[in-house]
C-alpha cells in the first residue's frame, strides 16, 4: 500500500469555494510509493506548499479552512489521528528553518526530538551517532547552529527529523538559500537516507534541473491541480 494518499483533496484557506474563489487545491488525488523520492514542482501560489502540509497532516490540524476528500498517511486518514502520530510517519522540514530549530548547539538540537519523541536513554546516544554519520556532519556535533552554513544549517535540520526515524522526509524549499555547490550535497544527502535507508522522500524545489536528477518522479502543480504527474522524461516531454 502507498505510504501516502490523496483522495480527491480539494482545500482553501478561506473557508469554502465561492465563484470567485481559486481553491488552494483542487481535486488532487496521488499515490507516493514506499522508497520512492519525489519530486514537487510548479510556479508560486501553485499550492507545493499546501500540499506539503495536507501530507504532514498540518492541515486539518493547525489551519482553518474548508477541506474536502481524504489524505491517508501510512493507512491512516489524516483527520481521525492525532499530528503527533502522523509526525511520527513524516518528518518535515519546513521552508524556513531558522524557525524550526529550537537548540543553539547541534547536538542539543537533535536530542530535543529524541527525548520529545521518548526514545528510551540508552538508544538516544547510538540513534544520534548514527545519524550524524549518515548526514555527514560528525564534526559538528558541538557547534553552535547560528555559526553554520545554509548549507551545513539544512543538514542539521534533515538530520534532527531522520533522527526521529520517519517514513517519509517531507522537505519545502531545502536549498531555497544555498549555492548551487551546497544543494547538490543536500540532494546527495538525501539520495544517500532514501537508498540506504530506503526512506521515502517528497521534496518541493524551484531548482528543477537539479531536481531532476534525483528524483524518481516529478508532480507538477498548477492553479491548486496536479498538472503532471510522471517520471522527469516523461514530464518534460509535455512542457
Ligand atoms: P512559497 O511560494 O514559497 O510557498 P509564499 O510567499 O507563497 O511562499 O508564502 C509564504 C508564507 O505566507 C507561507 O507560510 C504561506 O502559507 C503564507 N501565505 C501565502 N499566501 C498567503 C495568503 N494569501 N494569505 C495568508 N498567508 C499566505
Ligand atoms: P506554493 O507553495 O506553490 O507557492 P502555496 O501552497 O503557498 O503555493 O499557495 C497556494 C495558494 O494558497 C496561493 O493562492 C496562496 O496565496 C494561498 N495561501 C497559501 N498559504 C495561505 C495561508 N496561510 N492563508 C491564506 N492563503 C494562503
Not at 20 to 27: G, I, V, Y
Not at 86 to 97: A, F, K, T
Not at 109 to 116: A, D, I, K, R
Not at 121 to 129: G, K, N, V, W
Amino acid at each position: 500500500s502507498p505510504i501516502i494518499e490523496l483522495r480527491d483533496v480539494s482545500f482553501s484557506y478561506e473557508g469554502g469555494p465561492d465563484q470567485d474563489e481559486e481553491m488552494a487545491l483542487s481535486h488532487v488525488s496521488l499515490k507516493v510509493g514506499r522508497g520512492e523520492f519525489v519530486g514537487v514542482i510548479g510556479p508560486s501560489g501553485a499550492g507545493k506548499s499546501t500540499l506539503a502540509s495536507v501530507m504532514s497532516g498540518a492541515i486539518p490540524h493547525h489551519y482553518r479552512g474548508a477541506l474536502y476528500g481524504a489524505t491517508i498517511v501510512d493507512g491512516n486518514d489524516t483527520c481521525e489521528v492525532t499530528l503527533t502520530d502522523i509526525s511520527r510517519v513524516v518528518g518535515s522540514v519546513l521552508q524556513d528553518i531558522d524557525t524550526q530549530m529550537v537548540a543553539s548547539v547541534v547536538e542539543d538540537e537533535m536530542l530535543f526530538g529524541l527525548e520529545n519523541f521518548g526514545v528510551p536513554h540508552d538508544q538516544i546516544e547510538a540513534r544520534l551517532e548514527q545519524t550524524l554519520r549518515t548526514v555527514g556532519i560528525e564534526d559538528l556535533r558541538d557547534r553552535e547552529i547560528a555559526t553554520l552554513s545554509g548549507g551545513q544549517k539544512q543538514k542539521v535540520a534533515i538530520a534532527a527529523i531522520l533522527a526521529l526515524q520517519p517514513r517519509v522526509l517531507l522537505l519545502d524549499e531545502p536549498t531555497a538559500a544555498l549555492d548551487p555547490a551546497s544543494s547538490t550535497l543536500v540532494f546527495d544527502t538525501l539520495r544517500k537516507v532514501n537508498r540506504e535507508s530506503g526512506i521515502t522522500v517528497v521534496v518541493i524545489e524551484q531548482k528543477v534541473a537539479l531536481l531532476s536528477r534525483y528524483c524518481d518522479r516529478l508532480l507538477v502543480m498548477s492553479h491548486g491541480s496536479l498538472a503532471l504527474d510522471g517520471t522527469p522524461r516523461q514530464v518534460f516531454a509535455h512542457a
